[in-house]
Antibody
């Protein structure tokens, strides 16, 4: 049974960088059938996909347009994990952040495995 | 902001049927991208309910039925049960602004 274990701080100061890590068990970060995603949720904006990392002979990273200038993903094959780095955070980045595995149907990806979520508060 | 629009809430008595709509556009559902559905209880991680427009993962009761047509999709719950009271979200892909997975605005199902 695959699992995703998230870790990272629950509070980040404004203008700093939010970093979260998701460790995969029961699957591989370098799987050629999956993507590895970060999704966040707030009461006002609902569920918001932030981006994905995936390996297809090399690493690819896709990011949500609205955060593209501030977001970076990384993946470490040796640790079977992937990470999110969101820079210059503002209070509006306060959210529950989830990592999730993406699997594909014919035309779009769905998320069939989720981490437990990390509430990150942007506050000084 | 979500590009897939759902009604904020629907309600029904036990045993009844409720339907949740998911309205999109020509850059997402209308472009032929598959729609998926999630169920979320308060404080709990979203759970995949339907994938690929109509498919139920193992363990999901056949009371949950989904369909897609044109620029919209819908999720129906038949034989409504108290345990179905939760938030439901649709999700698809949108090709605008470089492309991204997108979620619906969410619908709260209340069992009367």
């Amino acid at each position: 049974q695959a699992q995703l274990q998230q870790s990272g701080p629950g509070q980040v100061e404004p203008s700093q960088t939010l970093s979260l890590t998701c460790v995969i068990s029961g699957d591989s970060v370098s799987s050629n059938r999956a993507t590895w995603n970060w999704i966040r949720q707030t009461p006002s904006r609902g569920l918001e996909w932030l981006g994905r990392a995936y390996y297809r002979s090399k690493w690819y990273y896709d990011y949500l347009f609205s955060v593209k200038s501030r977001i970076t993903f990384s993946a470490e094959t040796s640790k079977n994990q992937f990470s999110l780095h969101l820079s210059s955070v503002i209070p509006e980045d306060t959210a529950v952040y989830y990592c999730a595995r993406g699997s594909v149907t014919g035309t779009s990806w769905f998320f069939d495995l989720w981490g437990r979520g990390t509430l990150v508060t942007v506050s000084s | 902001q979500s590009v897939l629009t759902q009604p904020p809430s629907v309600s029904g008595a036990p045993g009844q049927r409720v339907t949740i709509s998911c309205s999109g556009s020509s850059s997402n559902i209308g472009a032929g991208y598959d729609v998926h559905w999630y169920q979320q209880f308060p404080g709990i991680v979203p759970k995949l309910l339907i994938y690929g427009n109509t498919n139920r993962p193992s363990g999901v009761p056949d009371r949950f039925f989904a369909s897609k047509s044109g620029t919209s999709a819908s999720l129906a719950i038949t034989g409504l049960q108290a345990e179905d009271e939760a938030d439901y979200y649709c999700q698809s892909y949108d090709s605008s602004l470089g492309g991204s997975s997108v979620f619906g605005t969410g619908t709260k199902v209340t069992v009367l």
